[in-house]
């Protein structure tokens, strides 16, 4: 069976009403019936607690909380290296911006300027750059850190649909990830990468919501309409490797670097960086 039959059901389930309904049950404090649920997810997806800051599913009020879950201190340390995976996760793609063309599959691409959300003249600035996006499965680790250190300068929220993102559908539903909701975040580097660069959280079925550690939740309201945050009258930055946001049920992370990022070149992503390999929060990345 091809993909494309594959996720031909999405396209009939009531996605929007569906993610509502779980981020409702997720957000819920249910006592002994959250600790089972929570007992169940781990042993389904082969979850690992000993490297939670808090191993006792029991201790967990809400599903949200645990899946959102801290790590112990230590338990990802940071490379030496310019730009360091920003999340626990699985590489889908990654490589040049083909002027301003992003692989999402093989034979699919979508362009820079649908991701960010219409705006032409920010996605300019990543022509012939370098991408990666990185799928966060269920059993993974749900916090997004920064790859790099970096003054935030925008937020841009961009409504959309709800499909999911695993690779299944990514290979079966074109412009996926610049067609679902998503949360683009801009930054201006202050370390070893200089210029701008950009993390897009991408929302997906039953992702409750997506917050960041300056604004809190996003999403919901959704409103059905894009929003705009500027921040050119505040001092938000963050270093390489602090949290940034998370997913309240887990997605995917697309980064956007310019061609010039590092040094005045473009990065150049890890030798043993390939497709559908596991990465870990804090691996070297690129230089």
């Not at 809400?62 to 920003?86: I, W, Y």
């Not at 925008?154 to 949360?183: K, Q």
Request: net charge positive.
């Amino acid at each position: 069976m091809s993909d494309r039959l594959r996720v031909l059901p999405q396209y009939l389930l009531p996605k929007q009403a569906l993610t509502q309904l779980m981020g409702a049950l997720a957000r819920r404090e249910s006592g002994g019936a959250t600790t089972w649920t929570i007992q169940r997810f781990i042993a389904r997806y082969g979850v690992n607690m000993d490297e939670a800051a808090e191993p006792d599913p029991a201790a967990y009020k809400s599903f949200n909380e645990f899946f959102t879950r801290p790590l112990k201190p230590g338990a990802r340390p940071l490379a030496d290296a310019p730009l360091v995976c920003p999340v626990d996760g699985a590489i889908s793609q990654f490589g040049p911006v083909q002027g301003d063309q992003v692989v999402q599959a093989k034979g699919h691409f979508y362009s820079t300027t649908a991701l960010v959300g219409g705006d032409a003249e920010l996605a300019r600035r990543f022509q012939d750059g370098q991408f990666a996006t990185i799928y966060l499965s269920p059993r993974d680790y749900h916090r997004i850190h920064m790859p790099c250190a970096g003054r935030l300068t925008r937020m841009i929220y961009v409504p959309g649909a709800l499909f999911s993102v695993n690779p299944t559908t990514a290979r079966g539903v074109p412009g996926l990830f610049a067609r679902n909701e998503r949360v683009v975040c801009v930054f201006e580097g202050t370390g070893a990468v200089r210029g701008p660069f950009v993390l897009v959280l991408v929302g997906a079925t039953i992702v409750g919501s997506m917050a960041t550690v300056w604004h809190g939740v996003v999403n919901p309201p959704r409103s059905g309409q894009v929003r705009e945050w500027t921040y050119a009258d505040r001092d938000i930055t963050l270093a390489q490797g602090e949290e940034m946001g998370r997913f309240l049920l887990g997605s995917t992370v697309v980064l956007l670097f310019p061609r010039d990022a590092v040094g005045g070149h473009a990065p150049a992503f890890d030798a043993g960086w390939a497709p559908g390999k596991p990465v870990r929060l804090g691996e070297r990345m690129a230089g």
